[in-house]
């Protein structure tokens, strides 16, 4: 198994480009979401999904779209870039939505984002 | 809003040494887990606790969940080198989100 894979690892965009954040798991998991990783901030949560079909808003979502159209995929999409969204995108992906409180969250590798 | 606040948030510390980093709220949660995180690389689960009150050991490392479930703390006996990493709290609360800490940077110097 890959586990978590996110693409691409490094991107440098202009501010107002728009782009999307690639993630897929192959565990077949039901929870996957995205956080942004900023210095002395630890990491906050922009979207999440307990399913495919199903989105819900995180502590940070403004900026950001998200769908889940399979179990193994889950995009992120910039729709309009700002230098206030440069940071560390981490991709997660975790077993099952019921019992959350109990399941470990498998991330990915990361993409490292700079607007200008 | 950051939920959970992390101390200290930097620490570097002789091989050895004993350590102590804390992760604390003004809110219930569910469960808390600890994730170590190397540069350039996600964060990797280390324990969940889930009662209050609980304590649990991986080897050198002692993780207590406070009995009100809003806080929880890591000791680290006897350092290592290879302990080096960012150490992060993060809570599950209702609504299927985890709220993470704001992270403890550890160096241990050999």
């Known amino acids: 198994n890959a586990g978590v894979t996110q693409t691409p690892k490094f991107q440098v965009l202009k501010t107002g480009q728009s782009m999307t954040l690639q993630c897929a798991q192959d565990?077949?998991?039901?929870?996957m979401s995205w956080y942004r990783q900023d210095p002395g901030m630890g990491l906050r949560l922009i979207h999440y999904?307990?399913?495919?079909?199903?989105?819900d808003q995180g502590e940070v979502p403004n900026g950001y779209n998200v769908s889940r159209s399979t179990t193994e995929d889950f995009p992120l999409r910039l729709l309009s870039a700002a230098p206030s969204q440069t940071s560390v995108y981490f991709c997660?992906?975790?077993?099952?939505?019921?019992?959350?409180?109990?399941?470990?969250?498998?991330f990915g590798p990361g993409t490292r984002l700079t607007v200008l | 809003t950051q939920l959970l606040e992390q101390s200290p948030q930097f620490l570097s510390i002789q091989e050895g040494e004993n350590l102590t980093v804390y992760c604390n709220s003004s809110?219930?949660?569910?469960?808390l887990q600890w994730y170590r995180q190397e540069p350039g690389e996600g964060p990797v689960l280390l324990v969940t606790?889930?009662?209050?009150?609980e304590v649990k050991k991986l080897k050198r490392l002692t993780f207590q969940f406070g009995d009100a479930r809003k806080d929880s703390s890591l000791h680290i006996t006897a350092a290592q080198p290879g302990d080096t990493g960012l150490y992060l709290c993060?809570?599950?609360?209702?609504?299927?989100?985890?709220?993470f800490g704001t992270g403890t940077s550890l160096t241990v110097i050999p």
């Open positions: 997660a992906s975790s077993y099952s939505r019921d019992s959350l409180s109990y399941n470990e969250q498998f």
């Open positions: 565990m077949n998991h039901e929870y």
């Open positions: 999904s307990v399913g495919a079909g199903i989105t």
């Open positions: 809110s219930v949660f569910s469960s």
């Open positions: 606790v889930v009662t209050g009150g």
């Open positions: 993060a809570g599950a609360a209702t609504g299927n989100q985890f709220y």
